[in-house]
T-cell receptor, first 118, second 116 residues
Framework: AQKVTQTQTSISVMEKTTVTMDCVYE???????LFWYKQTASGEIVFLIR??????ENATVGHYSLNFQKPKSSIGLIITATQIEDSAVYFCAMREAFRSSNTDKVVFGTGTRLQVSP | GPKVLQIPSHQIIDMGQMVTLNCDPV?????FYWYKQILGQQMEFLVNFYNGKVMEKSKLFKDQFSVERPDGSYFTLKIQPTALEDSAVYFCASSFRTGGNQDTQYFGPGTRLLVL
């Protein structure tokens, strides 16, 4: 069964610094997809970045990047040059490959609340 | 990025009543989902829907729940009758496909349902 674990409940940083949020996952599938979403104060859920398990290169989008350590089943999110508006709850999520698991549901972690201060 | 819309944003109803939550998915997307988020917790999968059929549902998708998308209009989640434990935020999501780099699920802003 799929499982996603985020152990950090909240992180506080000063703006313009770099923050890393941890996430570990469990899956029996050899092919899977990892996602990070953020939930803003208004409740909106925004897709940020993804990593496909077969890709060795860490994904990067804007000031978001991933630290994918497949042997450790770990997918950390790195935010560089943080801004006040990055304050939100960040969810790590995983989906297994449909052809092998016959499901395309996304399983979410419990989230990490990021507070960026001036 | 792609936008999913949900109507209404908030709904308050009495226990036992019926409620319909509406979702307007991304225009060219083919796969539709509902997730439930209880306050302060993570989102949990309810159901997915493709080509007019439920493809998969979780144990949270009770018999009182139903989904449909008549004639390409809104993708709806109906709860009849509602129970107190149905109070939550319901998120709709859609994706273009289920494999490859076009299968990212995009989420709507949620409907906050309060059952009294």
């Amino acid at each position: 069964a799929q499982k996603v674990t985020q152990t950090q409940t909240s992180i506080s940083v000063m703006e313009k610094t770099t923050v890393t949020m941890d996430c570990v996952y469990e899956t029996q599938d050899s092919s899977y997809f990892l996602f990070w979403y953020k939930q803003t104060a208004s409740g909106e859920i925004v897709f940020l970045i993804r990593q496909d398990s077969y890709k060795k290169e860490n994904a990067t989008v804007g000031h978001y990047s991933l630290n994918f350590q497949k042997p450790k089943s770990s997918i950390g999110l790195i935010i560089t040059a943080t801004q006040i508006e990055d304050s939100a709850v960040y969810f790590c999520a995983m989906r297994e490959a449909f052809r092998s698991s016959n499901t395309d549901k996304v399983v979410f972690g419990t989230g990490t609340r990021l507070q960026v201060s001036p | 990025g792609p936008k999913v819309l949900q109507i209404p944003s908030h709904q308050i109803i009495d226990m036992g009543q019926m409620v319909t939550l509406n979702c307007d998915p991304v225009s060219n997307h083919l796969y539709f989902y509902w997730y439930k988020q209880i306050l302060g917790q993570q989102m949990e999968f309810l159901v997915n829907f493709y080509n007019g059929k439920v493809m998969e549902k979780s144990k949270l998708f009770k018999d009182q729940f139903s989904v449909e998308r008549p004639d390409g209009s809104y993708f709806t989640l109906k709860i009849q009758p509602t129970a107190l434990e149905d109070s939550a935020v319901y998120f709709c999501a859609s994706s273009f496909r289920t494999g490859g780099n076009q299968d990212t699920q995009y989420f709507g802003p949620g409907t906050r349902l309060l059952v009294l």
